[in-house]
T-cell receptor, first 113, second 118 residues
Framework: DTAVSQTPKYLVTQMGNDKSIKCEQNLGHDTMYWYKQDSKKFLKIMFS???????INETVPNRFSPKSPDKAHLNLHINSLELGDSAVYFCASSLLGLDTEAFFGQGTRLTVV | AQTVTQSQPEMSVQEAETVTLSCTYD???????LFWYKQPPSRQMILVIRQEAYKQQNATENRFSVNFQKAAKSFSLKISDSQLGDTAMYFC???????????????FGKGTKLSVKP
């Protein structure tokens, strides 16, 4: 059973397109995250959602919008894709205050051409 | 703001030997957690070991152990009896304790690429 699953694993798209990456967790966690890993392997938080409320939003362009239909899902929608958006995007989840371990999905490699 | 620094972009070690990866961090928080994550070529992020700042005893997990120096804000990872499967990127990460705000947010170092040679 996959704890945190992301789809798709790979995504190739043209500049200007709109795309979504889906994430689901079956761990009963109350907080989900999106991280971006750039070409130099640097990982940085983009968003976190706690009980369906956005509690942190780093300086991410507003072309990126997280959507959480319920606390088991956190999707990432990206409008007007740019070349610089090419990266690996990781979804993660955790249980705040009780279990400090964050579980990561397998990542989505997004390539904008 | 918290920062995490890994000063060794790349390291290599012979199989069966011991290697230590360095990590320093900066924070004004008194309660926090520190982690080492492993990212093999498969891209999956795997938790290797974690340390609660309030615990003086260094965490150990089989061949992996840490040297946590709170006053020096240092958190190094020691891998004993290195195996070929240990070849990966290793990331040091910091997380504040508690609820609300940016709790749960992992702040990562830039990583150390470890190669285990046969």
């Amino acid at each position: 059973d996959t704890a945190v699953s992301q789809t798709p694993k790979y995504l190739v798209t043209q500049m200007g397109n709109d795309k979504s990456i889906k994430c689901e967790q079956n761990l009963g966690h109350d907080t989900m995250y999106w991280y971006k890993q750039d070409s130099k392997k640097f990982l940085k938080i983009m968003f976190s959602y706690n009980n369906k409320e956005l509690i942190i939003n780093e300086t991410v362009p507003n072309r990126f919008s997280p959507k959480s239909p319920d606390k088991a899902h956190l999707n990432l929608h990206i409008n007007s894709l740019e070349l610089g958006d090419s990266a690996v995007y990781f979804c993660a989840s955790s249980l705040l205050g009780l279990d400090t371990e964050a579980f990561f999905g397998q990542g989505t490699r997004l390539t904008v051409v | 703001a918290q920062t995490v620094t890994q000063s060794q972009p790349e390291m290599s070690v012979q199989e069966a030997e011991t290697v230590t990866l360095s990590c320093t961090y900066d924070t004004s928080e008194s309660n926090y957690y520190l982690f080492w994550y492993k990212q093999p070529p498969s891209r999956q992020m795997i938790l290797v070991i974690r340390q609660e700042a309030y615990k003086q005893q260094n965490a150990t997990e089989n061949r992996f152990s840490v040297n946590f120096q709170k006053a020096a804000k240092s958190f190094s990872l020691k891998i004993s009896d290195s195996q070929l499967g240990d070849t990966a990127m290793y990331f040091c990460a910091f997380m504040k304790e508690g609820y609300g705000g940016s709790q749960g947010n992992l702040i990562f170092g830039k990583g150390t690429k470890l190669s285990v040679k046969p």
